[in-house]
């Protein structure tokens, strides 16, 4: 089993920066892809990033390009959503994710098989 933990969420000011993190435990995720994921109140959740075990291939969703940007260091078992020019439209909570299939970066939520609780990110306007 896969424990997921996110932090870092907060409330911004447009225009501002947050950075999340998610620190997995119980066993190593290297050779997992992981994902951050968002739900707005009365929306689906949907894929805002995800990273390959390698960290060479990325993914982003169109409203986030060019915005947020996915890392991780898999000696600390961890992953970061660097989130910067942070709109009103990002307010969700955001979740973290990991798929046990090596090779593979997707923002398909049923193809992930641990989730951690979430973060509120909350961007004022």
């Known amino acids: 089993q896969v424990q997921l933990v996110e932090s870092g969420g907060g409330l911004v000011q447009a225009g501002g920066s947050l950075r999340l993190s998610c620190a997995a435990s119980?066993?190593?995720?290297?050779?997992?892809?992981m994902g951050w994921f968002r739900q707005a109140p009365g929306k689906e959740r949907e894929g805002v990033s995800c990273i390959s075990s390698s960290g060479h291939i990325t993914d982003y969703a169109d409203s986030v390009k060019g915005r947020f940007t996915i890392s991780r260091d898999n000696a600390k078992n961890t992953v970061y959503l660097q989130m910067n020019m942070l709109e009103p439209e990002d307010t969700a909570v955001y979740y973290c994710?990991?798929?046990?299939?090596?090779?593979?970066?997707?923002?398909?939520?049923?193809?992930?098989?641990?989730w951690g609780q979430g973060t509120q990110v909350t961007v004022s306007s």
């Open positions: 994710a990991a798929d046990q299939v090596m090779g593979r970066c997707r923002r398909i939520r049923y193809e992930y098989d641990y």
């Open positions: 119980g066993r190593p995720v290297s050779n997992y892809a």
